[in-house]
């Protein structure tokens, strides 16, 4: 891209521009500051990759997208953990009455048990491993990888976000210094005025009155009001930016690039960046990922609805010491024994329309995820072109603008000349310094709106930045 020097057309910055420049300064401080930099206190230079690079690093934003990725990945390894075997125990201890084995005398029944209270400890156990679920845990299992993968895709959109926010600030901070010497250039050009009629004031010339010093003092006080306007600009954009990529407040830095570039290269047919858009920004490849996932959830509500089929290790083991251990194949001592045994079953759930609701549920978030979609095809491609034509507008408005502050400025020498030599009016020489800082304003408001529709057209198309 090539770069228009922006130092040598100075004049009036538009107003415009300086609400432009606050207002998106103001709509990016966030809260706090975080530094492990190794150079504070030195003034840095940045350029503006690494100003993204150090926003993304230490966006709370980006950690919290992490974390629903750490997230994600919990429920996928919760999906695979269902295919190994489950063990279920349970354990119990509490007193029971001491006893030993009847004893049988002729046609009596004798109970030995010298009384009193004891204690007793059980353990059961149900080892299961899943054989056949219907779909159940493999359907489970696809939906949380998808998860995974959606969540990923988020974590681009932020980082495409993050990058835009960066890009606004470092355009308004840029311009709204151009403004300040802008403004200053426009001033030099009024004191300069003022010192021509000054002199002829003194020398009694009829080309000037006194009144023109005062329409002077008029037309400046413009121009000092529109260097305070960016005077704010610069310092509310660059506190801005500076929170924005983690900056403490005793570390200062300076964008490396002193003019914002205007390229003469042709942008590519509008389709082709609809087409970008629609495959490569993360936002559509979240949803495909998220469509598969529900469809999957889907599935997996179905299967519930179907039996499960296990095999089981399961086993019970009971002692009661004060307790004589009583062996008979029809009657079981519940304190004192040992079982363990592999046993095959089935599980099925029957309920009267609480899965069929979940199936409905699933398949709602579905067709959500679908219209989600649809609205998107809708309105991205709306989103791209209208920064496509807004770039077109610019880029002509910049030439105009550029070529008006040139022929302006040619205007103002040209003026000045005359009017040294007797031939040219005060009110000639005020009105092209006027007429100067307006197209020098315009110039600068249309160059940054340029590069604000160019950075938001990398967006909108899903192109990649950092």
Same mark, same amino acid.
């Given at each position: 891209m090539e770069a228009c020097t922006l130092g040598s057309r100075s004049g009036k910055v538009g107003a415009m521009i300086l609400g432009l420049v606050i207002g998106f300064s103001l709509v990016f401080i966030p809260q706090g500051f975080a530094w492990g &930099?190794?150079?504070q206190g030195k003034r840095l230079v940045l350029t503006l990759k690494h100003l993204i690079e150090m926003a993304i690093s230490r966006s709370p934003e980006i950690g919290e997208a992490k974390s629903e990725i750490a997230g994600a990945w919990s429920d996928l390894d919760q999906a695979k953990a269902a295919y190994y075997p489950q063990m279920e125990s349970t354990a119990l201890i509490g007193p029971v009455d001491n006893a030993k084995r009847p004893a049988v005398r002729g046609t009596r029944i004798i109970d030995p048990s010298a009384g009193g209270i004891g204690v007793f400890g059980r353990l059961d156990f149900a080892v299961a491993q899943p054989l056949y679920t219907f779909g159940k845990l493999s359907n489970r299992e696809e939906a949380a990888g998808r998860g995974v993968r959606a969540m990923a895709f988020k974590l681009e959109e932020k980082k495409n976000e993050i990058a835009l926010r960066v890009k606004q600030l470092y355009c308004a901070l840029i311009v709204a210094r151009a403004g300040i010497e802008a403004a200053n250039d426009a001033d030099s050009f009024f004191g300069d005025a003022r010192q021509r009629m000054a002199r002829l004031l003194q020398l009694g010339s009829s080309n000037v009155a006194e009144s023109d010093l005062y329409r002077i003092d008029a037309y400046r006080a413009e121009s000092a009001r529109s260097r305070a306007e960016a005077e704010k600009g610069v310092k509310v954009s660059y506190f801005a930016l500076k929170s924005l990529i983690g900056l403490p407040a005793g570390? &200062?830095? *300076?964008? !490396?690039e002193k003019v914002l570039p205007v390229s003469n290269e !042709? +942008? !590519?047919?509008l389709e082709s960046y609809v087409q970008k858009a629609l495959s490569e920004r993360p936002e559509f490849k979240q949803l495909d990922e998220a469509l598969v996932a529900q469809e999957f959830q889907v599935r997996a509500a179905r299967s519930d609805r179907y039996p499960s089929f296990f095999v089981s290790l399961e086993g019970s083991l009971a002692g009661a010491p004060g307790r004589e251990t009583f062996r008979n194949s029809y009657i079981p001592d519940e304190f004192n024994h040992a079982n363990i045994g592999v046993v095959a079953g089935i599980k099925w #759930?029957? *309920?009267?329309?609480?899965?069929? $609701?979940k199936v409905e549920? &699933?398949?709602a978030g579905y067709e959500r995820l679908l219209h989600t979609k649809a609205t998107g095809k809708l309105n991205i491609p709306i989103q791209v072109a209208k920064s496509y034509q807004e770039i077109k507008e610019w880029?002509? !408005?910049v030439d105009a603008y550029n070529q008006a502050a040139i022929a302006s400025r040619k205007w103002v020498m040209t003026a000045l000349t005359n009017f040294d030599m007797g031939v040219g009016t005060a009110d000639d020489m005020l009105r092209a310094i006027e007429k100067y800082g307006q197209n020098q304003g315009k110039y600068l408001e $249309?160059?940054? #709106? %340029? #590069? +604000?529709? +160019? $950075? &938001? +057209?990398? %967006?909108a198309s899903g192109t990649r930045t950092y």
């Open positions: &930099e190794e150079q570390q &200062e830095f *300076d964008p !490396a !042709a +942008l !590519a047919e #759930n029957f *309920d009267f329309g609480i899965s069929r $609701a549920k &699933e398949r880029k002509t !408005a $249309a160059v940054f #709106n %340029y #590069n +604000l529709s +160019l $950075a &938001e +057209l990398e %967006y």
